[in-house]
């Protein structure tokens, strides 16, 4: 049997140090785990945030015409309590020729116009927003020049509820009653099909306030010029055959000289960047552009002047001299603007009448 050695004071304060010792290095690994661990909780706290707000929710809005349903331009990066006045204000910055107080928009193809005030949010099913494109301006002009092609063929039959069946069916109805029918149809006719193909139509309009006020000028003096024309005993012009040819072939050259100067308007010329006033061509309908600024209100009063002498009614004299009066007004403000830009080219010219207006 060995016997055991009892250890020294020496050997006893060596043990009670490395025991001391090792206690604190564990309290100090615990210590350091506690506060790792929240350092990692923390950190994932700031990567949920983080991810939150990289989660927000933009939606893409495709626009499509409502007519020929092909793609007229895409609005990204939607905010969902964006409404569609922003959209209808994007719409415009992509396409400058559509402004907002022109622009209807449908959810579905042949549904409702949508508010200004809807959101985005609320309309969408997905983050793709599919909308149908209307232009109101060009509605305004089609009600406006529809109603008097068809009042005046109304008129022109003679109906019994508006005209004495006895009495339509004794009179005979002069040549220049047919001949006027034609001329305002042809006119109307015109309007809408330059509406629908030629026209690009400009500067912010206000549907229903124009609609309101077009459909009342043109309906009411249809209604009026044509009650008298087709009236049972409406008279024929004064110097017969003569007045009634002469007036009709200036009547449709001023008719064929307006679609002309239309499609000038519609495609005007351009050097570079900067757009250059309509200049005259081969065309001699175009000759009329080296005296006035706006020919085309010169052949429009043309025609109704042409359309008065043809018919030699007051209805059809007065409505003239309104159109003169407000047609001279719109020359006169687009020659201030000519003037501005193409000084140049407009200093020599008159507005809207050669060397008078």
Not at 88 to 113: N, V
Not at 241 to 249: C, D, F, K, P
Request: net charge positive; with cysteine; charged share 15%.
């Amino acid at each position: 049997m060995f016997k055991r050695n009892k250890p020294s004071a020496t050997d006893r304060k060596r043990e009670l140090f490395a025991q001391g010792a090792t206690q604190s290095l564990l309290k100090n690994d615990i210590k350091n785990f506690h506060s790792l661990s929240q350092l990692v909780l923390s950190a994932g706290g700031l990567r949920k945030t983080a991810s939150k707000h990289s989660k927000t929710t933009h939606f893409e809005i495709e626009i499509l015409d409502a007519q020929t349903r092909k793609q007229i331009c895409i609005v990204d990066k939607v905010s969902p309590t964006s409404t569609l006045r922003d959209v209808k204000q994007k719409i415009h910055k992509a396409c400058p020729q559509w402004y907002p107080s022109r622009i209807g928009l449908q959810l579905e193809h042949g549904g409702p116009f949508l508010k200004d005030y809807v959101t985005i949010q609320s309309i969408a099913a997905s983050s793709i927003v599919t909308l149908y494109f209307t232009d109101l301006g060009q509605q305004v002009f089609l009600a406006e020049y529809t109603g008097p092609l068809l009042i005046y063929l109304i008129f022109y039959m003679r109906l019994t509820y508006i005209y004495d069946a006895k009495e339509s069916s004794r009179r005979f109805r002069h040549p220049v009653v047919h001949l006027a029918c034609f001329c305002h149809c042809l006119h109307y006719a015109r309007y809408l099909l330059e509406t629908l193909f030629v026209h690009k139509l400009s500067g912010e309009h206000t549907p229903l306030k124009n609609l309101i006020k077009g459909c009342a000028f043109y309906w009411g003096f249809t209604c009026w010029i044509a009650y008298y024309i087709n009236h049972p005993q409406y008279t024929p012009p004064s110097f017969g055959n003569r007045q009634i040819t002469v007036s009709v072939l200036n009547f449709l050259i001023c008719e064929a000289g307006n679609h002309f100067i239309n499609v000038v308007l519609a495609h005007p010329n351009h050097t570079g960047h900067n757009a250059c006033f309509p200049s005259p061509s081969y065309n001699p309908f175009t000759w009329l552009f080296m005296f006035v600024s706006c020919p085309n209100y010169t052949y429009e009063i043309g025609s109704w002047i042409s359309f008065t002498i043809m018919t030699q009614t007051l209805p059809v004299g007065i409505f003239a001299l309104l159109l003169s009066i407000q047609m001279s007004l719109w020359a006169q403000k687009k020659h201030k603007v000519y003037l501005k830009k193409f000084d140049s080219y407009v200093h020599r010219k008159s507005a809207m009448i050669p060397f008078i207006l």
